[in-house]
């Protein structure tokens, strides 16, 4: 009984010691609020303001981060503003001499966060008047990339007095300054009256002033009154097109330069300097910005060669590298797999080619039967051969291709070729009808993309109805551009010219495809 008792006392102090324990607190909620402000001086939507500095004074600590970036000041600051912390205050000193009557705006941003947490007093505005008048008059807009359409993040909005120059974006500070938020909106606030100049300017080197030819740039044709209504106010923001031509990269391979250009090349003229090999060039070829030159086998002695383009003229040093005895003529890619029944087969070799010998090449099916069919080069790419078959047979096929079916410039044949391949058939793809109504442009680009945006299928033409056919299910985007010049291609704009970017039309929602099936759309045009 004893024992018994005694257990149930160190029971019972054991408890009592639990109780006492002390335990961590565990702390409150975290704190998710802005800083508030308690005071300014002077008072925000001050007349007359003759002061070189004003104060913000908060409830807590307070911190500016990125105000560099963040910060908006319009009309725009020579000097930088200038700022340093005080307790819970924050003092802001102005170096530059306030324009008289005017109405100023400093735009925080979300620069001024609190201390502990980094919450930010999310797009906070300081505004005063040099004069006995707040501005009051605003507007709203949005800025998007003239080619995609997307969103321009990171452009800043001028505004200029309608009579200042046309070249006054190149050479002076605007009168007003706006920045676009994530979705590409811009909102312009304490605006006196009057006409202006609007332009979007992402803005490289952060001085306000369209001065580099990178820089993308944006502008309205017309005059902006904001007493107008003028909330569908859209820029298209491009990039001037660089005429100066030049040689990026410069690459030596057997028997043949790679040469890469800047911009797309076309009909570059070759000739040796100083050295005379007759027939030196064999073949010029074409992809993208890239030119290779395939040319004879030569000394390993070092040659210069003149390159001119129209407005271009290079000179490039290169030791020629002649083909190995062991180099071979052979495929890039397999002749394996599925074949599209709408496609003759593909054969890219690695070197360009002069002849091709029908006679050694033998198409069968999977019971032997030999099957009929036509080979040629592609005008488009010495490199490859197409081979048609007039009926896709179910089934596999065989392709057997013996030693010397192909030769290319340099006189080497291909060693013997086999794979096997089958097609598919038209129930395995979809078609697309599009009709596009009210589009006013005489000539039109009509893009079929994939779902990042790559061209798939283009047409030229100045027809309201376009038909993709065999197209493999997946989802598809439509675009169409507005080719004014008639050159096949989408053009950027001129400011100093002012013409503006050629315009884009990009359907807005993605079109699905599936197997033996035939989608139509009417694409109705919004002017």
Not at 457 to 483: C, H, M, Q, R, V
Request: proline letters at 3%.
């Amino acid at each position: 009984m004893r024992t018994i008792k005694y257990v149930g006392i160190i029971y019972c102090l054991a408890l009592l010691f639990a109780c006492a324990q002390v335990v961590a607190p565990t702390g409150g909620l975290k704190d998710i609020t802005p800083p508030e402000i308690l005071s300014l001086v002077p008072e925000n939507q001050s007349l007359s303001f003759n002061s070189n500095s004003f104060t913000l004074e908060f409830d807590e600590y307070v911190v500016l981060k990125d105000l560099k970036e963040q910060l908006i000041v319009s009309p725009p600051l020579k000097y930088s503003l200038q700022s340093r912390t005080k307790g819970k205050k924050l003092l802001f000193t102005i170096k530059d001499t306030l324009k008289e009557n005017t109405t100023y705006v400093f735009n925080f941003g979300n620069s001024i966060v609190d201390l502990n947490e980094g919450n930010s007093l999310t797009n906070f505005q300081y505004v005063f008047s040099t004069g006995t008048v707040i501005d009051s008059l605003s507007f709203s807009g949005k800025v998007v990339d003239a080619f995609n359409l997307t969103a321009e993040e990171e452009a800043v909005l001028l505004l200029y007095p309608s009579s200042s120059e046309d070249s006054a974006v190149s050479k002076q500070l605007p009168s007003f300054v706006s920045r676009t938020n994530d979705e590409g909106d811009f909102t312009f606030t304490n605006l006196a009256k009057g006409e202006y100049k609007l332009f979007s300017l992402v803005d490289k080197n952060d001085n306000y002033i369209y001065d580099r030819p990178d820089e993308k740039i944006g502008f309205l044709m017309n005059y902006i009154n904001p007493e107008d209504d003028s909330s569908k106010i859209k820029l298209f923001s491009f990039v001037l097109t660089d005429k100066k031509q030049f040689i990026e990269k410069q690459e030596v391979f057997e028997n043949h330069l790679e040469i890469t250009f800047k911009s797309k090349p076309v009909d570059v003229e070759c000739n040796l300097i100083d050295t005379i090999i007759n027939n030196f060039i064999e073949h010029v070829e074409y992809e993208g910005n890239i030119v290779r030159i395939w040319h004879q086998s030569a000394t390993s002695a070092k040659l210069k060669l003149s390159l001119a383009l129209p407005n271009f003229t290079d000179t490039i040093k290169f030791t020629p590298r002649a083909l190995q005895d062991s180099a071979k003529l052979k495929l890039i890619a397999d002749l394996n797999g599925k074949q599209n029944f709408f496609e003759p087969i593909s054969m890219i070799f690695n070197r360009p080619l002069k002849g091709i010998k029908k006679e050694f090449v033998k198409i069968s099916d999977a019971d032997s039967n030999v099957i009929d069919f036509s080979i040629d080069f592609d005008t488009s790419n010495i490199k490859r051969a197409l081979l048609k078959i007039n009926n896709a047979p179910e089934g596999n096929i065989i392709v057997q291709i013996l030693p010397g079916a192909f030769e290319d410039l340099y006189g080497i044949k291909n060693d013997s070729i086999s794979g096997a391949l089958y097609f598919n058939t038209a129930e395995d793809f979809g078609n697309l009808m599009v009709k596009v109504k009210n589009m006013n442009a005489k000539n039109l680009i009509v893009q079929l993309t994939d779902a990042k945006g790559k061209v798939l299928k283009e047409y030229f033409t100045k027809d309201s109805l376009y038909t993709f056919k065999n197209l493999a299910p997946a989802n598809y985007g439509l675009k169409l551009i507005a080719d004014d010049n008639k050159n096949r291609k989408w053009d950027t704009g001129n400011y100093y010219e002012k013409r503006q970017a050629e315009r884009v039309i990009i359907y807005n929602e993605a079109i699905g495809i599936r197997q033996n099936w035939d989608k139509e759309i009417i694409w109705i045009i919004k002017q």
